[in-house]
């Protein structure tokens, strides 16, 4: 399962290189999550792994104030969230998650960003059902026999621990998402180096050199649609 920690960094490299992009993608999530429910994260826990995962992204407190404040003031703007799925190059599967004040608009976007790049839009289910639902919670500091005896007393299940680099990840039920980090939390981590609710393929697939480049570019496509909060995919894109 190494594999899927890789692939998460290599997500948020690309992402750490379009700061502005994705500050303004989490700005929106913010707003969206916050008018859910209280715009407090004590009370809301939506809105709670959103900044979670914002902290992981460095994401500035005043683009987190600013979308909270928002909500707050009862701003009018309505979001659709919703989910594509499709095929990539070699193979590859994709799942899009999306929120939208336009569904014709992000349809039509997802749809042209997967045909221009070698794929094509598949209908609900048809990838999904290859990919888990999972927490992924790591941090630097702690060994795999640490993290794994903090869990144990703290009565929380984990699918799966392993240290990858410097740091060590934990595989869970997203149900698990807020026990893990508050296990680590009473001993004494206050940062994570990724704190995700993330849709992990069940088996990765490696592509040749030429479906890979045709694959990367296909994700750059859809990751820099404005409506495009998370793509999640099955193939291992190395180191």
Known sequence: MGRKWNNIKEKKASKDANTSRIYAKFGREIYVAARQGEPDPVSNQA?????????????????????????????????????????????????????????????????AAFGKNGGNMGVSGSVSYMFDATAVIGVEGKSEDDVLELLMEADVDARDILAEDDTVVVYAEPDQFHAVQEAFRTSGVTEFSVAELTMLAQNDIQLSAEDQAQFEKMIDAIEDLEDVRQVYHNVDLGE
């Open 47 to 111: 809105l709670k792994v959103v900044l979670e995962r914002a902290k992981t992204y460095s994401v500035p407190k005043h683009i987190i104030d600013k979308a909270i404040e928002k909500a707050k003031g009862g701003g009018e703007e309505s979001y659709d969230e919703l989910r594509y799925e499709g095929f990539g190059p070699g193979g590859s599967m994709v799942i899009v998650d999306a929120l939208t004040n336009n569904v014709n608009r992000t349809a039509s976007d997802v749809r």
